[in-house]
């Protein structure tokens, strides 16, 4: 969802912006749905000397400034396609960290042609400069961000979602939002489910979210582990739902057990709409949730520690209101969705700038 939210913001801004994406993607689809302008770019695979030339006409006849790519291998494409253009800065997008160094001529010289390249979070940040051919002025922090004004404490939408879903208004919920994946840690946290609910008898736990494409038998594990809980409608399978921002308002706490998490959209915007968080202290996260101010981290995969700091923020209704106030705080502070616009804007003409004084 980054890419058509990132793209309708700009284009709000006055900017003119081009969707290039997959003919039927769900990119596509949801950048057709907001409106936005959008270009059909079906890349199967690192060489397409035909969209090469297509790319040229289009960039050409449509006076393009700047090209943002937010997929590594689609540079194969970009760079050849504006080699003849100096005056274009290419901007790239890293979402997720590279395992095999990228030291070979061909990719030196494609990135050597890449002004940009920008890391969620530090993790990312340091992958890059480690496994890349690029020089650290190549390589900018840029934490993305969220609509705070969507993100925000709303008790209606709590009530309305309890409701749906036949949950108690004075039950405490704790939650878990994303792909219905183990590496989510999924698995881990029907664990901790299993051992709170007996403990504390008013507690139910809600899970948002379903599979992506593909991913079926993963969906069916942990739903098989779910059934063996025996926990009936205390807990909560609500599928994939668009209004997140509506879901996470039903929840007391917020658990995100993942194993490995490039950034972690999702607790933000947990933090967002007030919540406390319990989350894995792996990666990207390390940037997003501060221990003991706005949130705990736990190791991955450690369920016991797990159970002890949810157990704790279960048994202490005042750190969870800090928590989840200094979250938010936290949040409107570092990664407001337009202060994360009003960077890349001025990256953005910088860039440009730069490249016309050549």
């Not at 901007?91 to 002004?115: C, E, M, N, W």
């Amino acid at each position: 969802m980054h890419v058509p939210e990132l793209s309708r913001a700009l284009a709000e801004r006055g900017h003119r912006v081009i969707v290039a994406a997959f003919p039927g993607s769900p990119l596509m689809r949801e950048a057709e749905a907001l409106g936005l302008t959008t270009y059909s770019l079906p890349l199967r695979s690192y060489w397409h000397p035909i969209q090469q030339q297509r790319l040229r006409r289009f960039i050409s006849q449509n006076a393009i400034q700047i090209i943002h790519s937010h997929y590594s291998r689609d540079l194969w494409t970009l760079v050849p396609a504006i080699q003849k253009w100096k005056n274009i800065p290419l901007f790239l997008t890293k979402h997720i960290g590279t395992q095999r160094p990228k030291s070979d001529f061909f990719h030196r010289k494609i990135y050597a042609r890449v002004d940009k390249i920008l890391a969620n979070s530090r993790v990312i940040y340091e992958n890059i400069l480690k496994t890349h051919p690029v020089h650290k002025s190549q390589v900018e922090l840029f934490h993305l961000g969220i609509d705070t004004r969507r993100f925000k404490p709303d008790r209606r939408s709590r009530n309305r979602v309890r409701e749906e879903f036949s949950i108690p208004q004075n039950a405490l919920v704790i939650g878990i939002a994303g792909r219905l994946q183990r590496a989510k840690g999924y698995l881990e946290f029907l664990e901790m489910a299993e051992i709170l609910s007996g403990l504390y008898p008013n507690t139910y736990f809600m899970l948002i979210g379903g599979a992506s494409r593909g991913e079926d038998e993963e969906e069916n594990l942990i739903r098989k582990k779910a059934d063996k809980l025996q926990l009936g409608n205390r807990l909560v399978f609500t599928g994939f739902r668009k209004n997140i921002e509506n879901m996470l308002q039903a929840l007391d706490i917020f658990v995100f057990p993942s194993h490995a998490e490039a950034y972690g959209l999702v607790v933000l915007e947990a933090m967002a709409v007030g919540l406390p968080v319990v989350s894995s202290n792996c990666d990207g996260i390390l940037d997003i949730v501060v221990s003991g101010e706005t949130g705990e981290l736990v190791p991955p995969k450690e369920v016991s520690r797990l159970v002890n700091r949810v157990e704790a923020l279960i048994r202490s209704p005042e750190k969870r209101s800090r928590y989840g106030q200094r979250g938010r705080e936290r949040v409107q502070k570092y990664f407001d969705f337009n202060t994360m616009i009003d960077h890349l804007e001025q990256l953005y003409r910088k860039s440009v700038n730069r490249r016309m004084t050549r």
